[in-house]
């Protein structure tokens, strides 16, 4: 925010090749208390001024003056977008960012971004599609071809075949896989949780999960995004809410894998169930065919319309081979696997075993297949890593998977994961999990008579402890905990020692507006 006169100074070093990145704004509000203030001004405008000073020299580099937008019923908006060559070399120079004019208009300045077009560092774009189950994937055994594109950027990857998430919900997953545009759905993943911290661009509504065709909304966006920033070395983050339920994308991939005898063309399953209270409810085989037919037709929608047109603009645009592109989900989704529907309730498979995709630049580790366990953890230093940046002091719980990657480490990694009690409006009591190579750990606070009274149909009051093999037991239906007494114990004392060595951060707690209140409803999250 300027409000004219004012200055801004900054000490800066500019790179080889340099350009000087950024928008410039102004506002009219005719329902703002400067409306008398405004109209006294007239339509004189904003002069916006960029100065370098450099060796005790000044010189403007850029001088544009925006007019008030015209009077309208509403706020409007006159702002555009500038660069600037500065054609020197790592020279120590100071450049001050100057309005004047219309005092009591609202002025500001967007993002200004320093960079280098000689840059070499490789490029990285995440991307993460919400509520997707790694078995759901052909490049995971999936017989239905539901990924025709995400296989294809498989066979130029590094495909990681066990990878886990840290949470069967949203928030605290993506929490730990983000620990630089991003395009979000919003809501879990928005500003008012913190995603939008260290982003120098962050929109949160391109790919909003309210509409049949977020996916397709947020290559658009992702897109242009990327035309305009192409020079650029970036690291761009891409979320979108398909799969996730209500199951209604475009035809026809909608009624691809749905049968001829299906009663189904769309559904939101919590509304379908009855609400929360019928989340264990027992459906019909052919409904619960139909879940899954709509389900694998939102991912086929989302490799059609999101995938498949990024990895093309990425070639054509001369990016595909300098950029590390990464594949991933938050979490799966159950269809009745163990007596429920959706995600969040349990730490089964279904919702912790998440597709990890990575195709490296020049496709370095082009079709290497890594089956040990690996967390969504290791996401960052990996990336880190590869970018030549030292993540030594910053107290990472993962670790980088370029040992995995280069043969020189066959281990299964550890990975941890628990669902909190309470939380989204549940009653669903807390759960939480441990590896030991591919012995699986569950422990589970055993449900409360208050809270079994929430359910219609309430769950089987589970065992406190669960333990699975999952190389001979993946579909974890052979629950071990009595014949291997002695592992459970030592899995359970080394659980208790990461609680109790955990650091607790202060943090401010998300207020609760109306509008966040009604996304969450209908994404199904709370009643």
Known sequence: FSPPKSEFVFDVILPKDGVLDFGIGIVRDQNSERTQALAADGEKGVEFIIVLEMKGRRKTIFQKNLMLPPRQESRTLNFSMNKVDLPYRLEKARLSFMTTGAESAFVYWYNPVLYSRASQRPNVILVSIDTLRADHLGTYGYTRETSPALDSLAQDSAVFLNTFSTSAWTLPSHASMLTSAAFTGGVYVGSRYGFSKGFDSFSERQGDFSVPDAAERAFQSVSEWIGQNQDKNFFLFVHTYQPHSPYDCPAPYSSEFLGHDSQLQKVKILDYLGGREGTFKPLSEQERQDFIGLYDGEIRYTDERLIKPLLSRLKQLGLYNRTLVIVTSDHGEEFFDHGGWEHGHTLYNEL????????????????????????????????????????????????????????????????????????????????????????????????????????????????????????????????????????????????????????????????????????????????
């Open 352 to 527: 912790l075993r998440v597709p990890l995709i990575m195709k490296f630049p020049g496709s370095k580790f082009r079709g290497k297949r890594i089956e040990p366990i690996v967390s969504q953890v290791d996401l960052m230093p990996t990336i880190l890593e590869e970018m030549g940046i030292d993540d030594k002091n910053l107290g990472l719980d993962g670790r980088s998977l370029h040992p995995l990657l280069k043969g020189e480490s066959r281990d299964d990694r550890v990975f941890f994961a628990d669902r909190k009690s309470h939380v989204t409006d549940t009653n669903t009591s807390h759960r939480i999990t441990l590896n030991d190579g591919k012995m699986k750990l569950i422990l589970n606070k055993v449900f409360s008579p208050k809270a079994l009274t929430f359910y219609l149909y309430p769950p089987p009051q589970t065992s406190p402890v669960e333990l699975y093999d999952l190389r001979e037991d993946p579909a974890e239906k052979k629950n071990i905990a009595n014949t291997q007494a002695e592992l459970a114990r030592r899995l359970t004392a080394q659980m208790d020692s990461l609680f109790r060595n955990a650091r607790p951060r202060q943090a401010a707690k998300t207020k609760m507006t109306k509008e966040l209140e009604d996304q969450l409803r209908a994404l199904g999250y709370i009643r």
